[in-house]
């Protein structure tokens, strides 16, 4: 699920992802004045979904620096970090 302010957009599941899962789709949101995305990444199962971390890309550290790709840390609840997603 992506975040940005009001806008929420999910990207597809993906079977068979195991512990390194590639995406590879484009989601298309309308930027105003936003200086974050919120990345949650869930673990999609029958009942519920079990949260596997959350990644915050800050927007003015991607305009400063001109990078289409930048790789941002994924954090549990608690803090501490889980892996790394690149966007």
Request: overall charge positive; proline content about 3%.
């Amino acid at each position: 699920k992506v975040e940005l302010g009001s806008q929420t957009l999910r990207s597809k599941t993906h079977k068979k992802g195991g512990k390194n899962p590639v995406w590879n789709e484009t989601l298309a949101f309308n930027l105003a004045n936003e200086d974050c995305v919120t990345v949650t990444l869930l673990d999609e199962n029958p009942v519920s979904d079990d949260l596997i971390g959350t990644a915050f890309v800050d927007l003015g550290r991607v305009r400063q620096t001109h990078n289409e790709r930048i790789q941002v840390p994924v954090l549990r609840s608690k803090g501490n970090q889980r892996g790394s997603i690149s966007i």
